[in-house]
């Protein structure tokens, strides 16, 4: 209780949560003050997204131990609508929204607003401007939702809570998949929801955004409450917050590099690729790059500037219309017309969307591992499930897949460990080149580390890398030479040495072409 006598808006007391064969969550406690912004801060894994499926009535009462205290009365939710119904609305970082309906109908859909038995249209959609008012989203409400960009759908899902009259509002990784500026009108947003009562919990793994807007951080580390900060008694900055989740401080955010770099073995000239839904609009225009054995080589670039067509383009042509270029591997030129002709050349990508490109989400750990070359394990046509599962075993200890058994479904893991498998998966094709995706978005700082460390040891193979990654930071970190690119063209080539966040933004913001391969 507040100093004024206010009560917390909710407790969660000594909550313990068991799946077979694992302790999600053991004794953790909570407290939330009302009108609050409180952080949850954890390692992939830590139990953060379980707390949550808890309090939300997703894992009803009784399938876990320990008491919610919702508004100062003991709470016993046994599904979603439960705590929907008393003022606790969660938005999940998969955004549950349906893209063939209007805003409108997303907003109010399962809560309709009637008249006589029927839903009353002209009301539901005047109630649907109000509420976009208030979040700040001027679209059409009949706007369907496949036509809005991933920053305006978060958007009106917090229009759907309040909706609602939502009196705690948790949300799972806001802006794992947001820009700079959708980020920062969603944190503004949440401030203004604090300025009218209404409290939050946020769980995200960008701790800068945490120490900006966040009152209270609760850390949560292998399912145990590790502490709760107040933020506003000072002392609280990313590595106090990274000291909690992993137990140890980072001096570094990334290994030490000490880079062994050959001969240019992979070579694109002149690459030009066409939309494949817009003829007129070229996704990437006359580009020149190469990389060399054990090198790592940054693509650079803001939202939409076409890192991932080109990636993808690449690889086995599995984005855009090809109109022109080669690709030169081993002073031979290739042509990858698909993505099996890509693989067997030696090519692996890891998307940036692994739930969607990367996994088969109803596949078992190692069944997801060994599916980009099933004939390395099947030399009769028929799977080898003895090799299968020691292969599945040797990556699971390698990359440090945290899981009771590579048996289980992938759609169990964290997202860390979710990006391990995919990781995995690739290395089992044993490549010469890895496009890496964004490959540590949406995980922590403690599973980033040991990504960057993999990419380091595959390096250190001979292996050449390409790493396209929205934070300069990680670039900056860990890439040998970068290669900028604005609107599809490639702008500039930097290389570590030289590179500074200035010169960079300067080169992703910039038509003018500069030196290339």
């Known amino acids: 209780m507040r100093p004024d006598g206010t ?18 969550l053991e004794d953790v406690s909570i407290t939330v003050q009302a009108g609050e912004i409180h952080a949850i801060c954890g390692e992939n894994g830590a139990g953060k997204s379980t707390l949550m499926k808890v309090l939300s009535g997703v894992y009803p009462a009784g399938s876990f131990s320990g008491q919610i205290f919702f508004q100062g009365q003991a709470v016993a939710f046994r599904d979603i609508r439960a705590s929907e119904d008393a003022g606790i609305a969660i938005i999940h970082q998969e955004l549950a929204l349906i893209p063939e309906l209007s805003i409108t109908e997303n907003i109010f859909l399962g809560n309709e607003v009637t008249r006589f038995g029927r839903i009353d249209w002209v009301e539901q959609k005047a109630r649907a401007i109000e509420l976009l008012a208030r979040v700040g989203l001027e679209d059409d409400p009949d706007t369907q939702i496949k036509n809005l960009g991933v920053g305006k759908q978060q958007l009106v899902e917090i229009a759907k809570a309040l909706s609602k009259n939502v009196k705690l509002l948790i949300l799972d990784e806001p802006t794992a998949a947001l820009n700079e500026d959708d980020s920062q009108h969603l944190l503004d947003l949440i401030l203004g929801l604090k300025g009218r009562g209404i ?15 966040a009152d209270s951080i609760t850390i949560i580390r292998d399912g145990k409450t590790v502490e709760t900060l107040d933020v506003h008694a000072g002392g609280v900055d990313e590595d106090r917050i990274i000291r909690g989740m992993v137990g140890r401080s980072l001096a570094s955010r990334y290994p030490e590099r000490h880079a062994t770099i050959g001969e240019v073995f992979f070579e694109v000239r002149d690459w030009t690729v066409q939309h494949p839904l817009i003829a007129e609009r070229l996704v990437a225009k006359h580009s020149n790059l190469y990389v060399r054995r054990g090198e790592v080589v940054g693509l650079a670039g803001l939202m939409g500037a076409g890192r991932t067509e080109l990636a993808m383009s690449l690889f086995g042509r599995s984005y855009g219309t090809y109109l022109e270029g080669e690709v030169i591997k081993d002073g031979k030129p290739i042509v990858m017309r698909d993505v099996p002709s890509a693989i067997r050349h030696g090519l692996a990508y890891v998307s940036e969307d692994r739930k969607v490109l990367g996994l088969n989400l109803l596949d078992t750990i190692e069944r997801s591992i060994v599916s980009a070359k099933l004939s390395k ?3 009769h046509g028929v799977v080898d499930a003895y090799k299968e599962h020691e292969v599945a075993e040797d990556y699971r200890g390698k990359l440090r897949i945290k899981t009771p058994s590579v048996e289980v479904g992938v759609s169990k893991l964290s997202g860390g460990n979710q990006q391990k498998v995919v990781l995995a998966k690739w290395m089992f094709t044993d490549p010469d080149l890895l496009i890496l995706d964004e490959p540590t978005r949406g995980i922590d700082v403690g599973a980033k580390y040991e990504i960057y460390t993999i990419i380091q040891e595959l390096a250190a193979q001979g292996k050449g890398i390409i790493l396209i990654s929205s934070e300069l930071p990680e ?7 970068i290669y900028t690119v604005f609107e599809g063209s490639i702008t500039d080539e930097i290389t570590a040495s030289d590179a500074t966040p200035e010169n960079l933004m300067r080169s992703m913001t910039s038509e003018k072409k500069k030196a290339q391969a």
């Open 199 to 213: 409290a939050s919990i946020m769980i995200s793994h960008k701790l800068n955004e945490i120490e900006r807007i």
């Open 377 to 379: 394990i099947a030399p």
């Open 475 to 481: 670039l900056l970190g860990m890439a040998d030479r």
């Open 7 to 24: 009560p917390p808006i909710l407790e969660m007391r000594s909550i313990t949560k068991e799946f077979p064969g694992v302790k999600a």
